[in-house]
């Protein structure tokens, strides 16, 4: 008579298997020394740098495609101060605007976890203003190109994808300085109320110091590819 083998099924409750589970089922285990609110926002901007360098990548491949002349930037974009035309010079504002953001966000963040509560939330809302700032005048920078007939299906100056890509890739962008402010808004208002002396721990000042540095960066990307090239 011969001897059958039986084959016992593989448990999945011990083994290796059992610890790969163990270990990617909490993110303490798997990330031990970054918490997941952190984890979360890091893959948002990830996500959301994605998104941004298609919108570039695409802006780049139709100025390069269109048999149409594209508008020269500096003389579309140039503020009149005194009768005289300066080529960039609102963007040039905008754009220090932010990189300072930077600074004193990098401060509120800095004074967040030396539990000084008040410069804490002084900086965050320095850092508001100056994003309200930026969105006032990219307010204006539209009112006034759209003054010039520009539309995101035609454009007087030359190629009619240039209002396309201009109000699609600024506006985004606007979007996110404005979701940017009310969300620093919300953070002083908690960073005054106590709630993080409370937690013991200023980490959603540094989650909000993340989004806000990609959305200056992002800027940086926007300023060169679009108004300089």
Known sequence: MSEQTTHQPTDPGSGPWRSLVNDWSGDRQTFPRVSWGKTMMWIFLLSDTFVFS????????VRLTTPQPW????????????GHNFPLLLIAIMTFILITSSGTMAMAVNFGYRRNRRIAALFLLLTAI???????????????????????????????????????????H????????????????????????????????????????????????????????
Do not use: C
Not at 71 to 82: G, H, I, N, Q, R
Not at 143 to 158: A, F
Not at 182 to 194: D, R, T
């Open 54 to 61: 298609l919108l570039l990548v695409g802006y780049m491949a």
């Open 71 to 82: 508008p020269d930037t500096s003389e579309v974009f140039a503020l009149t101060v005194m």
């Open 130 to 172: 100056l994003g309200m700032s930026f969105v006032g005048m990219q307010a204006y920078e539209w009112t006034d190109l759209i003054g010039k007939g520009v539309r995101p299906w035609e454009n007087p100056m030359g190629a009619p994808q240039f209002g396309a890509a201009f109000f699609m890739i600024t506006g985004f």
């Open 174 to 229: 606007g979007l996110h300085v404005s979701i940017g402010v009310l969300y620093l808004l919300i953070v002083a208002v908690k960073v005054l109320k106590g709630d993080f002396d409370r937690r013991g721990s200023y980490e959603g000042v540094e989650i909000a110091g993340l989004y806000w540095h990609f959305v200056d960066l992002v800027w940086v990307f926007i300023f060169a590819f679009f108004y300089l090239l």
